[in-house]
């Protein structure tokens, strides 16, 4: 019923930046926000960046200053650019939304399948 299609990983220097795009698409009503979470490996899930409808914007301590969430979620997309990247942030980077699919009244919360971010020299 929704898909997340992220793009935009890939291999960068340490300072280096990247910018990942997600898109939503399929049988959505509205959403609420939108955002990016990561996972190293042998590390649990956690939030990097997120965004609502209204622009609220919310920030890891580990990635304030050096990325930015963006785009717009009334357009059911959303970008996040990272600058100053270190090997600290290599990780898997998943694309969530959370949102209403049509004939239901509820918010549930959907994960792209993730993009590969390695940061290394």
């Known amino acids: 019923q929704v898909q997340l299609v992220e793009s935009g990983g890939g291999l960068v220097q340490p300072g280096g930046s990247l910018t990942l795009s997600c898109a939503a698409s399929?049988?959505?009503?509205?959403?609420?926000?939108m955002g990016w979470y990561r996972q190293a490996p042998g590390k649990e899930r956690e939030l990097v960046a997120t965004?609502?409808?209204?622009?609220?914007?919310n920030y890891a301590d580990s990635v304030k200053g050096r990325f930015t969430v963006s785009g717009g979620v009334a357009k059911n997309t959303v970008f996040l650019r990272m600058s100053s990247l270190k090997p600290e942030d290599t990780a898997v980077y998943l694309c969530?939304?959370?949102?209403?699919?049509?004939?239901?009244?509820?918010?549930?919360?959907?994960w792209g399948q993730g993009t590969q971010v390695t940061v290394s020299s």
């Open positions: 399929g049988r959505i009503f509205a959403i609420d926000a």
């Open positions: 969530n939304a959370r949102l209403v699919v049509y004939d239901t009244s509820s918010y549930s919360s959907y």
């Open positions: 965004m609502t409808g209204s622009g609220h914007t």
